[in-house]
């Protein structure tokens, strides 16, 4: 199990950050992720793996004006 923001979901063997996004909605303006502590931006989704038991913040991306 994973946790993301305040849900957990399901984890497997070789899950990228992209696999988790896909998991869940409304995550297309996703702009990073705060894996464990640690900032991974929208680059690397396709490419980095999530431990089992992490903790992610998904952090979307804000304009203003």
């Not at 909605?25 to 396709?46: D, I, M, W, Y």
């Amino acid at each position: 199990m994973i946790t993301v923001g305040d849900k957990e979901i399901e984890w497997h063997e070789g899950m990228t950050i992209r696999d988790m996004l896909n998991m869940l909605e409304h995550t297309q303006f996703c702009a990073a992720v705060r894996l464990n502590g640690k900032l991974v931006s929208s680059p690397f989704f396709e490419t980095k793996e999530i431990p089992d038991k992490s903790v992610i913040y998904l952090l979307p991306l804000i304009a203003g004006g």
